[in-house]
């Protein structure tokens, strides 16, 4: 197989991507085509402002950054496209009824309190093998179906999907990112039982798809604005859940290493070549997502890079005028704090005020937090790789796997203060990068699906090792952990 290009589509929750690679089994050549801000917007809804995203924007920045790349380079392969899990459109007829929620909205509570009062949360463990997170999809469906606004749909399609769908007019749902919804069997297909249970709509699930189906051309529409040569494109299904993407391109030997997709999460776990759906894991809050090539993703979702941003954003705010490249770098002059917060607690997970909110729990338990922001940005970095740490050593206690090294990929690895302290805190090497996991990972699929690779998810994973800029960081004080 010859040299070949294809283009990743890659919308993260903080920004998003379109990036341009040349591939073949010794070449693995990235260009930034595009790269754009991805801000939420608070919309009023009669009784309160409800966070929404700007998918019409994001479309927008896509299709700049599509266009582009059909000028550079008319003759590529194909497009994929990924973003983060668990979000959704609702369409009728084909037009999309609104923008889709934000899973950081408010409004996920009562879709709680639904759906366990009809499946029990051990249940739904046994069956989706999800770790329990307010947003998960089938929780906002159950706010949509008290709402009214389910009922008028016929169509979910999850983000990446619906911007597949916007591409081709192709309606289907690819595997790794509908695990999300938590209404997926061990087996991959829709659970009908389930959904049932549930009182939710069966019909406007669509077809299931796995990662590497060519799913559709661009759309007559499009062509004039991407101006492609031939019949165009075919827009292929990867890894379109964000994370799944990432883990295709970590460079990695499954069976001695954990991982951390770092980005405005912090995803940390190991693959498994099937699932493990087991109390003590439910009670940690280890999820089973599904992966490319049926491997499983056995992880836990912490805070991330969120706090980091969100603490900045508030900072900025208040007029200070502060970077975080400038608060990292005196961060890490400052010693190292002996208090600790839990990134995990879920008054962390709506934006607004994160210092204040930290500060709290600081003094709820009579302890002070630091007063500066370079403090605040230390106990953060902190406070992250503890649980990073921690969880990267639930992950192997939890599924037997003898991890040797972590692999820390996605804009985590840029970090330099943060994949210290998570050497520090594991005892173990951190081997940061690359930083555009995501995308490479994504690349990747499709690349394979055209013909321009061959082989398994190792043989993927040589590539990145060949290609990518990877910095090691060994444990230098190791501090105790558990
Ligand atoms: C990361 C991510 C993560 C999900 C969250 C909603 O972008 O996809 O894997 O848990 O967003």
């Known amino acids: 197989s010859g040299v070949g290009s294809v283009a990743a589509v890659d919308l993260g929750a903080t920004s998003g991507r379109v990036i341009h690679a040349r591939v073949a089994p010794d070449t693995l050549e990235l260009t930034e085509a595009a790269r754009f801000q991805n801000t939420p917007v608070r919309v009023w809804e009669g009784d309160r402002a409800a966070l929404h995203w700007n998918l019409t924007g994001l479309y927008t920045n896509v299709l700049d950054g599509l266009a582009s790349v059909a000028r550079a380079d008319p003759a590529l392969a194909s497009i994929g496209v990924d973003a983060w899990a668990v979000d959704y459109g609702l369409l009728r007829d084909g037009r ?92 991959g297909a829709w659970n009908d ?9 069966r019909s406007v699930f669509p077809p299931l798809v796995d990662a590497g189906t060519p799913v559709g ?47 405005t999460w912090g995803l940390v776990g190991v693959e498994l070549p099937r699932r493990v759906v087991s109390e003590e894991g439910r009670a940690a809050n280890f999820t089973n997502e599904g992966g490319v090539d049926g491997r499983i993703r056995y992880l836990h979702n912490v805070m991330g890079l969120w706090l980091l941003s969100e603490s900045v954003r508030e900072w ?57 922001p370079a403090g605040m940005v230390r106990v953060i970095v902190e406070s992250l790789a503890a649980a990073f740490a921690d969880s990267v050593h639930r992950a192997a206690a939890l599924t037997g796997v003898a991890v040797e090294v972590v692999h820390l990929v996605g804009g985590g690895a840029r970090n330099a203060l943060l ?64």
């Open 217 to 263: 051309r661009l759309l007559p529409s499009l062509r004039g604005d991407l101006p492609f040569g031939g019949n165009g494109p075919v827009v292929t299904a990867v890894g379109s859940h964000d994370t799944a993407s990432a883990v295709v391109a970590v460079p990695m030997d499954a069976s001695r290493a954990a991982y951390i997709s770092c980005g």
């Open 96 to 187: 999309l009824l609104g923008e889709p929620y934000h899973y950081r909205d408010e409004r996920t509570a009562d879709g709680v309190a639904t759906v366990h009062a009809s499946v029990e949360p051990g249940e739904l463990y046994r069956e989706g093998g999800l770790q329990f997170l307010p947003f998960n999809s089938l929780y906002q469906l159950a706010v949509d179906a008290a709402g009214g606004s389910l009922q008028c749909a016929d169509r979910f399609l999850l983000v990446p999907d619906l911007l597949t769908f916007w591409l081709t007019g192709a309606v289907q749902a690819e595997r790794t990112n509908a695990s999300t919804t938590g209404l997926l069997t061990a087996d």
């Open 419 to 482: 994949c210290q302290a998570t050497a520090d805190r594991s005892g173990l090497p951190v081997l940061a990068g690359p930083v555009e996991a995501t995308a490479i990972g994504n690349v990747l699929v499709q690349a394979r699906a055209a013909g321009l690779l061959g082989g398994d998810l190792e043989t993927l994973r040589a590539l990145v090792a060949r290609t990518a800029q990877i910095t090691r960081y060994d444990p230098v004080r190791i501090l105790a952990h558990g």
């Open 193 to 201: 039982a389930l959904i049932a249970r549930l009182a939710l709509p």
């Open 316 to 372: 900025q705010r208040r007029g200070l005028r502060v970077t975080l490249e400038s608060l990292l770098a005196e961060a890490a002059e400052l010693p190292r704090p002996s208090d600790l917060f839990d990134p995990d607690d879920p008054r962390f997970l709506a934006p607004g005020d994160l210092p204040s909110r930290i500060a709290e729990w600081f003094a709820e338990r009579g302890l002070a937090a630091p007063a500066s």
